[in-house]
């Protein structure tokens, strides 16, 4: 099951469609069975959470947080993906690529780093940008790498 959060009431934000493409991906790595919260914030939040999770004080497009809950309690929950909307904005018009495209790629992203993905060294990241590329192929969106 996927929730989307758009705390900040972006009505640009097409909540149906990411939350769709969240679920098809989700699928594919047979993780729909599990929760995901997709929670859409503003650079100020994201900032914040940057600076108190990862120790950047800066803003970022796409930030992932997993369950801690124990599997004992019997939830099966992915985590969060929290994504600024403006920075994701600024990204696509400075990329030259489609808002919503550019959204569910951040989505996308963010989920495969709950799964356990990385860009830490070239391979992971290799590895992780093909994923990526090929699954949104199947959605009718470009490379986002070109």
Excluded: W
Excluded at 1 to 23: R, S, Y
């Amino acid at each position: 099951m996927v929730v989307i959060q758009n705390i900040i009431n972006d009505a640009t934000v097409d909540e149906e469609k990411l939350k769709l493409t969240c679920q098809q991906f989700m699928q594919e790595f047979d993780v729909d069975d599990s929760e995901l919260v997709v929670r859409l914030v503003s650079p100020i939040e994201i900032q914040v959470l940057n600076k108190e999770y990862r120790s950047k004080n800066q803003v970022t497009n796409v930030l992932s947080f997993s369950s801690d809950i124990p599997l004992e309690i019997g939830e099966s929950i992915l985590g969060d993906v929290v994504i600024c909307v403006d920075v994701v904005r600024e990204e696509a018009v400075l990329g030259d690529k489609n808002f919503p495209d550019h959204l569910s790629h951040m989505a996308i992203h963010g989920i495969l780093h709950l799964l356990g993905y990385d860009h830490e060294d070239l391979t992971s990241a290799n590895k992780m940008e093909g994923i990526e590329i090929e699954f949104l192929k199947k959605i009718g969106v470009n490379n986002p790498y070109q």
